[in-house]
Nanobody, 125 residues
Framework: RVQLVESGGGSVQPGGSLRLSCAVS????????VAWFRQAPGKEREGVAV???????SYADSVKGRFTISQDNAKNSLYLQMNSLKPEDTAIYYC???????????????????WGQGTQVTVSS
């Protein structure tokens, strides 16, 4: 079965950088959607960055130009490089996967099948 395990969260000052990783296992084929979501206290889970089944990336407007989603060639790991972090980026970050080929950061959380356990990112001075 598909399993996702995040790592790499932590605390950082505004303007700093963090790189999140997500170990992906259980897929028997290569074309599927993967994404990073985040959920701040009292807010809904929101899509941050997505890689569709063709390898095309897309981002929420709030992180465009600051965050980069990537995947290693074997698709065993998914990454989120976060630069120029802001206090409003503070949240629990989740990686997600689904068997469809087309997806975007606006896709609601309920449309994603597989989830990691989440990793906390705190941006504070």
């Amino acid at each position: 079965r598909v399993q996702l395990v995040e790592s790499g969260g932590g605390s950082v000052q505004p303007g700093g950088s963090l790189r999140l990783s997500c170990a992906v296992s259980g897929y028997t084929y290569n074309s599927y959607c993967v994404a990073w979501f985040r959920q701040a206290p009292g807010k809904e889970r929101e899509g941050v960055a997505v890689l569709d089944g063709h390898g095309e990336s897309s981002y929420a407007d709030s992180v465009k130009g600051r965050f980069t989603i990537s995947q290693d060639n074997a698709k065993n790991s998914l990454y989120l490089q976060m630069n120029s972090l802001k206090p409003e980026d503070t949240a629990i970050y989740y990686c997600a996967a689904d068997d469809r080929l087309f997806c975007g950061p606006g896709d609601i959380a309920l449309s994603w099948t597989y989830w990691g356990q989440g990793t906390q990112v705190t941006v504070s001075s």
